[in-house]
């Protein structure tokens, strides 16, 4: 212990004496001065070194800080250090500013900045003395979207079990079935429930997740029904109520009424009324009814309905035939293909698609668990129905959902391996695997003395376990990783946040941390909001962003999406105009009283002829279409307009941020 004090000690004066060596470096090499906790995280003198930089603090600042002073003090040579990136446009933007900044004072030949991806293909390449075949499949986002389409196609019409799997997806997965009986309280069930549309396998909208699956149960049964149909005698429930049964059979003339809730459970007594009301019309009319109640077994097994609803049309002397495998698996196909073209197909297809990367790396880094999953060709189907049935608790929707998602992955990735090995290729996740064990064998022989790492957050264990093996190779190699925890939004992806909150334990346990926490991208009361909300994350890292700007008075409102988002942006183009026309200097204040949520101008619009307004959401088709934006735009040229994701966009800004649809739901 008094040892590491010494050595604490000892680097703590050696890093105060660089600051004051090259405090005009740090003063003069960006357009503003850096800050101390920039120029500190510069110096460090530990192995490891994470820099938690906040958003708008400048890493990519830190970064070439960093660069410039390992080069100035002779502590590596340029050519000695690498700077990785996850995405190409990255890694160049890096390389560029460098040079840019850099290149009139210092020899910078031989530095490089990369991408995880150019590294593995240097370091494969190098070994093998020839360039890897990679797949297309590996950037080439249309072509793995193509090629999960025609797997999945593929699967459906050969395997009947794949074809179940599917069908179950579109009709218990997709509109997100969960009856009230798996909730404690009605309350939250109801809730659960408004703000959410529910389709059939029809794509017509219901009521309730219970009307859902036995219109679903109908179609795999092969019934015609009409739902909500007017009852054909002059009959009021209420006033202006007519009354419409749930479900009406046209082979039989067989009236139904579906109720969610348990028979005879807690909460049933209105259900109960309502169900003797609708029996006693149809004994005063003679004509046919069903009552049908929730069942807890029929969300984990849609034939357990489909044998309750034969029983109770037998009595009526209708008879369905039991539906033979040949028979259900011709209605799951007819529903696939109906489905096919439709958006609901699409969605899953790119889901998929996006998950199926993920998937193949869990199950290299855990073949206990990927063997649960991936089985030979003859017994795919028999697996993916097994990882349905059997191996995640039925309860809530969520857990079912993580079931068939994880059946319906299974034979793509088995297909997806078996395309690599017919064509002699290797995507980029078998290439990072490839120059692991090339670092691990000493066949590569690691040339830098220092790595530098942008956006750490994102780290795989993959991409983690190359940087292992390049300091298993080269211990005295130094560690320089830039990122914040609170911007992970790539763990579908692989990322692990835990090299992030967790540094000293898994990456290295001589190691410093410094906070980046001046941001110079919001005011100081949106930093306050969003911090709070962080925060309740107990697995982040616990800090406090201090803005440059202050501003008065709130920074986010949420009101009322109803008037329209045309009403709200014509509003704000009104204040902007007004506030610009006055042209005083000072601070605009919008009131919206119906607006979306929103951040407050970071400028006034005296000093700014247009104001920039983006426009997010969580999904793309919840977007203003491109047209719509384009008229938007024409409308209110005070305003400069873009639309995004929430996470496509990550580093954007704008004066004003409007977020679209924050309404509850799966």
Request: some cysteine.
């Amino acid at each position: 212990m008094a040892m590491n004090t010494i050595n604490e000690t000892k680097s703590g004066k050696r890093e105060a004496a660089w600051l004051a060596q090259y405090s005009e470096l740090f003063d003069t090499i960006e357009s503003t001065p850096l800050t101390q906790e920039q120029r500190r995280a510069c110096v460090s003198d530990s192995p490891a070194t994470l820099v938690l930089a906040g958003a708008g603090t400048g890493k990519t600042s830190t970064l070439t800080g960093r660069v410039a002073f390992l080069v100035k003090h002779g502590l590596a040579a340029p050519e000695h250090i690498l700077c990785l990136a996850f995405a190409r446009e990255a890694a160049l933007e890096i390389q560029d500013r460098l040079h840019r900044r850099l290149g009139g004072r210092l020899a910078l030949g031989g530095f490089t900045a990369s991408t995880f991806h150019s590294l593995g293909l240097r370091i494969v390449e190098q070994v093998d003395n020839r360039r890897p075949a990679l797949t297309k499949l590996s950037d080439d986002c249309a072509s793995l979207y193509e090629f999960v389409q025609s797997q999945v196609q593929k699967l459906a019409s050969t395997s009947t079990e794949y074809a179940q799997v599917l069908f179950d997806y579109f009709a218990l997965i997709e509109p997100a079935v969960v009856l009230s009986c798996e909730y404690t309280h009605r309350d939250q069930y109801e809730e659960a429930i408004a703000l959410r549309l529910i389709r059939t396998l029809r794509g017509e909208p219901v009521r309730t997740p219970f009307e859902c699956l036995v219109a679903n149960a109908f179609s795999l049964m092969g019934m015609n029904y009409h739902y909500r149909r007017h009852y054909p005698q002059p009959v009021f429930i209420a006033t202006r109520r007519p009354y419409r049964s749930t479900f009406y059979l046209p082979d039989g003339d067989i009236y139904i009424d579906a109720f969610d809730y348990i028979a005879g459970g807690v909460g049933t007594r209105e259900a109960a009324r309502r169900a003797r009301l609708y029996a006693r019309i149809h004994r005063h009319y003679g004509s046919r009814h069903i009552v049908l109640w929730e069942d807890a077994s029929y969300v984990k097994n849609m034939e357990s309905l489909v044998g309750t609803l034969q029983r109770k049309l037998a009595e009526f002397d209708v008879c369905v035939p039991s539906l033979t495998e040949r028979h259900r698996a011709q209605r799951h196909r007819e529903f696939i293909h109906i489905l096919n073209s439709s958006d609901r197909w699409s969605s899953l297809m790119n889901e998929l698609a996006g998950l199926l990367p993920l998937y193949r790396q869990r199950s290299r880094q855990e073949r206990g668990m990927s063997a649960t999953f991936i089985q030979s060709d003859s017994s795919v189907a028999t697996s993916a129905k097994n990882v349905v049935r059997l191996r995640v608790p039925m309860r809530m929707a969520h857990s079912r959902r993580q079931a068939i998602i994880m059946a319906l992955l299974a034979p793509l990735a088995q297909a997806y391996r078996a395309h690599l090995q017919v064509r002699g290729e290797i995507d980029f996740d078998d290439m990072i695997t490839r120059a692991t064990e090339y670092v691990r064998q000493g066949r590569f022989v690691v040339p830098w003395q220092d790595i530098l790492i942008d956006e750490f957050q994102d780290i795989s264990s993959a991409r983690f376990a190359l940087i292992a093996a390049m300091i298993e190779q080269r211990p005295g190699l130094r560690l320089f990783c830039v990122g914040d925890d609170w911007q992970a939004i790539y763990r579908f992806a692989g990322s692990d946040i835990r090299y992030s909150t967790q540094f000293a334990e898994r990456v290295h346990p001589r190691c410093r941390v410094v906070p980046l926490s001046r941001t110079f991208r919001f005011n100081q009361a949106l930093c306050d909001v969003s911090s709070r909300f962080l925060m309740k994350n107990p697995c982040q890292n616990r800090k406090q962003l201090h803005a440059v700007r202050h501003e008065n008075g709130g920074v986010v409102s949420v009101v009322l999406q109803k008037p329209g988002l045309a009403v709200l942006l014509s509003r704000l183009h009104q204040s902007c105009r007004t506030t610009s026309s006055h042209n005083d200097g000072g601070e605009s204040r919008l009131s919206l009283s119906s607006a979306v949520p929103m951040t407050e101008p970071a400028q006034t619009c005296a000093t700014q002829a247009r104001r920039s307004v983006l426009l997010l959401a969580r999904f793309a088709h919840l977007l203003p279409t491109e047209s719509q934006l384009q008229e938007y735009k024409r409308h209110y040229p005070a305003l400069n307009m873009m639309s995004s994701t929430v996470h496509a966009s990550k580093g954007l800004e704008a004066d004003y941020v409007f977020i679209l649809n924050m309404e509850q739901g799966p």
